[in-house]
Every structure is written in C-alpha cells, then in structure tokens.
T-cell receptor, first 117, second 115 residues
Framework: DTGVSQDPRHKITKRGQNVTFRCDPI?????LYWYRQTLGQGPEFLTY????????KSRLLSDRFSAERPKGSFSTLEIQRTEQGDSAMYLC???????????????FGQGTRLTVV | AQKVTQAQTEISVVEKEDVTLDCVYE???????LFWYKQPPSGELVFLIR??????QNEISGRYSWNFQKSTSSFNFTITASQVVDSAVYFC????????????FGTGTSLTVIP
C-alpha cells in the first residue's frame, strides 16, 4: 500500500506523560502536514514540512509540541506533558507540490486517536 | 484572512434524492485552490476534487458535480441520486500560495442518506 501511514492508530496515556506519533508519507511527496481534529470540527492545522524544513507552525502548537522530519522522509510529532485538552485525532497528510502544481491536494492518513486520561 | 464556511451542519435526504452541499470561502490570495474531502465513519479523509482559482469550469464526475463561482466565492458540491454509501461528513478546504500552504478546512457538513 502506498498511502499515508500513521502509527499508532490509538494511544491512551495518562496526563503528564509524553507521547510520540509517527507518519510515513506517500513516497516522494515533498510536503508533509500535521493536523488535529476534535469531534464535530474540521481539521486544524498544526505544522507542515517542505522536505526536511519545517516551514510553518500554528499558534495551536504550544511549546509542548514538537515535530521533526529528518531527511525529508517520515515525520514524528511529540507531545510532552500531555493534558486532557490534547485528546483528539492527529492527522498526517502529504502532497507533491512543485512548480505549477504548488496547490496540490493532500492525501491523509487514517490518523492517531489520542486519549489523555 | 483565509476562511471556509459550511453553513449546513447536518443534512438528511432519502436515497435517490439530489443534495447540494454549500461552501463559501474568504481569501486575500489571487491564486488559491479549493478542495472537497469526504470523511466516512471510518475516519480517513478522502480527497474528492481540487479546483484552481483561475479555472471556473464546473466539473462532473459520475454522480458528483461541483459548481465554482468566484463572483460569490462559492464552491458547492452536488450529489445526484444519493446513495447510502454517500453518508459521511464532507469538508470543503482552501489553500493559498501567498498566505502559507496550509489547508483551511470548514467545519464540515454531515450527510445522512436514508434508505
């Protein structure tokens, strides 16, 4: 399967613990996005990478959140000292945007559902 | 500012009826892109269509059609002869080349097709 892959699919953690999620984008896609979605809402932008460079971060991304994309391949999103308000679905997406195709569509993974208890 | 408004929170139709999902957007970009995504109960966002701001041609794909009107900043989505499998949450999204490359999503329209 060559779609966007996220791991784990579900994560339950105690408040105050650190969690890390992984995203494997579609091969050769140069952009990778992280979004967060809560029940009844649309996805909210967190951050995105162009290759290995993190180009944009949302104000939603507090200093407890950090994302990396070493070598421009897979990406990780870490949340430190989790809070109950961090409970949400974390979505990863990738796109191939270059040249005239700068507005390319993004393909989403199945998400990681985080529950902080 | 970039903003997408989907005023219809929930819609229910009987199978085989036509249904139109509304999307209104705001942007300062002169070049921008509009998208529709489907999120079935399984949760994964499925890409349906992309439309560039400089291409106002409407598009039809099977039972799906999209009406893009720059004059009213709208990008509406019509499903003809709806089926139960169309039941899902549908999101309209916007991205612009001069205001970052993130996707701005609306709050979604939950469509239920009743058999």
């Amino acid at each position: 399967d060559t779609g966007v892959s996220q791991d784990p699919r579900h994560k339950i953690t105690k408040r105050g613990q650190n969690v890390t999620f992984r995203c494997d984008p579609i091969s050769e896609h140069n952009r990778l996005y992280w979004y967060r979605q809560t029940l009844g809402q649309g996805p909210e932008f967190l951050t995105y990478f162009q290759n290995e460079a993190q180009l944009e971060k949302s104000r939603l991304l507090s200093d407890r959140f950090s994302a990396e994309r070493p070598k421009g391949s897979f990406s990780t999103l870490e949340i430190q000292r989790t809070e109950q308000g961090d409970s949400a679905m974390y979505l990863c997406a990738s796109s191939l945007a270059r040249g005239a195709n700068r507005g390319a569509e993004a393909f989403f993974g199945q998400g990681t559902r985080l529950t902080v208890v | 500012a970039q903003k997408v408004t989907q005023a219809q929170t929930e819609i229910s139709v009987v199978e085989k009826e036509d249904v139109t999902l509304d999307c209104v957007y705001e942007t300062r970009d002169t070049t921008y892109y509009l998208f529709w995504y489907k999120q079935p109960p399984s949760g994964e966002l499925v890409f349906l269509i992309r439309r560039n701001s400089f291409d106002e041609q409407n598009e039809i794909s099977g039972r799906y059609s999209w009406n893009f009107q720059k004059s009213t900043s709208s990008f509406n989505f019509t499903i003809t002869a709806s089926q139960v499998v169309d039941s899902a949450v549908y999101f309209c999204a916007l991205s612009g080349t001069n205001t970052g490359n993130q996707f701005y999503f609306g709050t979604g329209t939950s469509l239920t097709v009743i058999p």
